[in-house]
């Protein structure tokens, strides 16, 4: 027997177009998933987080959707962010792109703005507004979910872009999945004795964890295998999670005495037998390719912290880029990095910091780059099954070494 679906009167007045065809049709749409998926009612959101931004992936069709539904008067009633274009809005030239590209991107950007959703375009919208432990949301982009799951102990479930746009005009979304506490409790205990030295190793975790995960992943770490700084465990955790979400179906992971829910005490370590991670080889064979000729070193995805920047900056000191180098990071992280000098001594070392983009996003192929060189697991999986090009995989410092020297070694 299907699950009834209980909504409230304002819910049903949305429905009978109260409030207009826009919030009517952005209900419609969450009610039919929240159906699908067996909800018994809908569930307020703090935020929303709407991908389908790039013009690449959108298209005419894509923008002409958001411009309907704009002009049907919808707007977000809650803070609502935005993924990233596939360009730099104010860069766009010199990345080399044409204005026909640039001159969609804008009108899609442009849709998104009447609509209520805030110009963020960005992957890592908790940098500037981190939810809080068992806030409700209803985010898009697969890190993003991951990150405010694991890490902060907020509820989403993985939504796709026009659902977490519907869900931002009605301030809702569907209350199952991840949402319900029964469903976060971890099922699969992973034991990583593998070192993690770089941010690489933590993706390439995320990649072994990612493609065999059938449930909610448990880690705990062998002796050694963490790193002895706090920020750089917190950093890979972010870099693991975005890589187990891009190889896998990983929106959720516990990390003991890491995590929010497990530093909490609100799960515990799942009565399992552990699976034993002794290397990374596996996942560095499935991502590292034979390329030694490089058109573009892509750092920055998800979008680099300050942190990293500064990392950057630090390596790259009296060195200089022979190779197309960008590192992608948000417009308000740029904004700081260009006030403490690090923008300047990247520029100084020629690297270009991107803003409002990522490379998975960007339309490579306009601008001729067939072999990029990437420190991020994510990347390095969706550059070459979704644009073809040849990827080498590495350590942020091998990628540096190799837009040093102007090949991979």
């Known amino acids: 027997m299907a699950t009834e679906l209980a909504l409230t009167e304002e819910e ?32 307020p959101i703090a935020s929303a ?26 707007r977000a009633r809650v803070s609502a962010y935005l993924n990233p274009a596939g360009m730099d809005l104010e860069s766009w030239a010199e990345m080399g792109l044409p204005e026909g590209f640039a001159r969609q991107q804008l009108a899609v950007v442009e849709a998104y703005r009447r609509l209520g959703v805030q110009l963020s375009l960005t992957c890592a919208p908790y940098f500037s507004a981190p939810p809080s432990l068992g806030q409700h949301l209803a985010w898009a982009e697969s890190s993003a979910v991951c990150y405010a799951n694991s890490l902060l102990g907020a509820r989403t479930n993985r939504e796709g872009g026009p659902g977490a746009l519907a869900a931002a005009i009605v301030g809702r979304t569907g209350c ?19 070192q993690l ?9 995320g990649a072994i964890v990612g493609r065999a995960a059938r449930g909610v992943p448990w880690l705990a770490f062998g002796p050694g295998a963490l790193p002895a700084r706090l920020e750089q465990v917190q950093e890979g955790l972010r870099l693991f999670g975005a890589a187990a979400a891009a190889l896998g179906s990983v929106a959720l992971f516990h990390a003991e005495g890491l995590t929010a829910e497990a530093s909490a005490g609100l799960v515990k370590a799942p009565a399992a037998a552990p699976k ?18 490089l058109d573009l070193v892509a750092l920055g995805c998800p979008h680099a912290s300050l942190g990293q920047l500064r990392a950057v900056a630090e390596f790259m000191a009296g060195r200089r880029a022979r190779v197309r180098t960008w590192v992608a990071t948000s417009r308000q992280v740029a904004e700081e990095a260009q006030r403490l000098g690090l923008a300047g001594k990247l520029q100084e070392a020629g690297i270009r910091l991107v803003r409002d983009t990522c490379v998975v996003v960007s339309p490579l192929e306009l601008l001729g780059i067939r072999a990029v060189a990437t420190d991020s697991a994510k990347a390095a999986f969706y550059l070459r099954s979704q644009q073809g090009v040849q990827v080498r995989f590495g350590s942020t ?7 040093i020297r102007g090949r991979w070694q």
């Open 12 to 43: 049903r007045a949305m429905l009978a177009g109260a409030e207009g065809p826009g919030v009517r049709r952005a209900l419609e749409m969450v009610v039919a998933l929240a159906r699908i998926y067996g909800a018994r009612r809908l569930v």
């Open 176 to 194: 199952y999945g991840l949402h319900l506490e029964e469903n976060r409790l971890p099922t699969e205990l992973y034991l990583v004795r593998a």
């Open 197 to 205: 030295k770089t941010g690489a190793d933590w993706g390439a975790l």
């Open 397 to 403: 410092e091998r990628c540096l070494e190799a837009s």
């Open 49 to 74: 987080q709407v991908s389908g931004v790039s013009y690449a992936n959108i298209g005419e069709a894509g923008l002409e959707f958001l411009e309907q539904w704009a002009r049907d008067g919808a």
């Open 276 to 293: 034993p991670i002794e290397s990374l080889d596996e996942a560095y064979s499935l991502l590292d390719g034979q390329t030694e000729r």
